[in-house]
């Protein structure tokens, strides 16, 4: 049995050798070799297993210029080997069970312009793929995925939701660089409603509405980057805003009625016509339950003004729809009680507004407005024009007994003129300062609304052209009218073709323009067209010539078809239809009283107009009004034979749209099996030709969407 002293001698001797062993225990392996569970040779400053697999060793790392963990790289291994595989792929890789790269957006959408989406719920997408697109560093932060319009962003960075789960970050440069091509596009054209210097200054000090933002950046991007990946990517981003707009749609603040126009104004430039006919009616309620057609004078200026924008936005998408359809008035012009935009430079500098009402006509009207504000005037004027032809074309009598009404349409037009300021007026020194300046696009597009209305009014005595009367209406009107009405008609046509060709020759550049001039063009091609007889054989406005200054119109409106989706149809016709000019006079014959009785039954629609067209026995069937899969944009090509991914596209393809109305169903109709016709197309109050093939519907009852209007198609 040992003693007590054995045993303590015993102990001390463990202890010992426990220390000695301690002392002499060799240095760790690094970090890669324990990460991989392999031998180290623990060999300074990098052992031979990294040196042999080009790994970075832990050895070797300096705390002046530290290198990532391997663990920190989403394209390695946690053994620091290259990943095969990615963690998650996107939806539609996942679907097929195809190769996705794991980057946002992976390699195989880019490729074919799909949007690519992370699976709903897995959230970890965007935390694996970070996607730099401004070329800066990306912050850390993320923001969530918009469930909340009241959360506020840093200006460092933004997680764009393009699909649930999915974050995106963009660096502070690049989120500047949407915001500030929204405004300056949007100035352009139109008033901008929003206060660039308070947007700013909100976005950095982090109060700026998520959801907000979002919708600046989606219509600066779309417009910054035209192609078609980076507009596929901006409608993605509008898709989820609308989302979380219809999902909060009881919020009645002016916040989300901000949200609501830019949702609504991007619907209509992307040409998504049947999703901005069904917005608009509730950004108009919201205006009308927070009052915002009347002035508020206990607001500062800045507020004031900002309200009055979003009014005016809403009244100028409304009076583009309408089309002199009162029926479908969503805000009528009596209940407009705000002063008119004030001019940008008194905006931005938050100074109080002078400028007038809608309806005032005395000579100071125009102090202190911006440009765009005499286009709302004219609007107003272009309203009552198309209002009065539809009348006429409803009520089947001669549209000479209408003469006063003419008379005083025409005479209202002329007093527009007159009363514009001198720096307003149209004159060959004015163009040239105006043509390359950064409001080149509300002065053209200001006298070419001006000179449209005159065609748009005496238009209804060219027969051949959808807004003709009747064929026994035309019968029994005076030839002196008809020849009057025709020759107005082709005369303010054949300026508007000689201010386009004075226009081409100052180089205006990119920037001109807007949707209107593809209609423009369009239009007046097809007046020249039926009236074509009327023009001289030689001279500066022979059909040669006019042919001539039309196809320079066409040139000058090319680059629109890169933002303005809808113009690109709009043009395509207008070049078969110039094309067709002097290849032999064509029948002059005007539509049949039946058509017309038949056409009573509806809202009088021109081809390519903005509303949707419903058949009485559809109102008894039932069912929703929207356009289907073939008379849409394909803007995402489709695999063959991939169904799988094909129906999740066409959940996600912003383009093809579902649009509720009533309970009545909208059809396609289509010119031949190749080319599909899309009844939301921006043509608005168009013509047709009645000997070149069938096209719109009839209104008539219990028929089918069967074709009454022609094609203006030239083989």
Known sequence: MESPEDTAQASGSDAGRQNKTNSQRAPPSCKQCRARKVRCDRTHPRCRACTRLQLHCSFGRHSSSPEPEISDSAELTQAGTKRKRVRHACKACRVVKARCSGQYPCDRCAARGWPCEDLAGSGELGGTHQTNLGGGPVNAMLLDDGASTGHMTTPGTVASTLGAGTDVTLDKATIRGYIDTYFETTSRSAAAILHKPTVLADWIAGRLDQTLLKAIMATGRYRAEPHQHGQAMARLWMREIQREVLSHVARNNATQLQIMVLLVQFRFVAADFAEAWNLLPLAARLVFTMRLNYEDESLDSVAQETRRRLVWAIYHLDRTFCGGISDLAVCPSERMHVR????????????????????DESPQDGMGMDMYAFQLKLHLIRDRVLSYTKRVRRTGDSPSTTYPEMQALQAELDRFEQRLPTELKLSTDRLILMAHSTESTKYIGLHMHWMQCHCDLYRFCVPGLRESVSKEALAVTPPDFVDYCQRACLDMALRLCDFWTEIGRLEPGDAFGDGFLAISIYQVAQICRHLQDLLPAQGERCVERVKQKLTEALRLAEPLKEILVGSRKCLKDAEKVVGSLGEGSIGRSSRASSVADEAAQGHMQSRHGLLPRVTRSQHAAGGEIGDSESSRLDLYPREPGDDAARAMLDLANAGQVT???????????????????????????????PELGELLASMSAGADFQDDVSSARFQ
């Open 659 to 689: 649009a509720v109305v009533g309970t009545a169903v909208v059809e396609p109709a289509t010119v031949d099996d190749l080319v599909p016709w899309d009844p939301f197309d921006m043509q608005m109050n168009d013509y047709y030709n």
């Open 340 to 359: 008119l935009p004030c001019d940008e430079q008194s905006f931005q500098r938050g100074g109080q507004s002078r400028a007038s009402f809608l309806g």
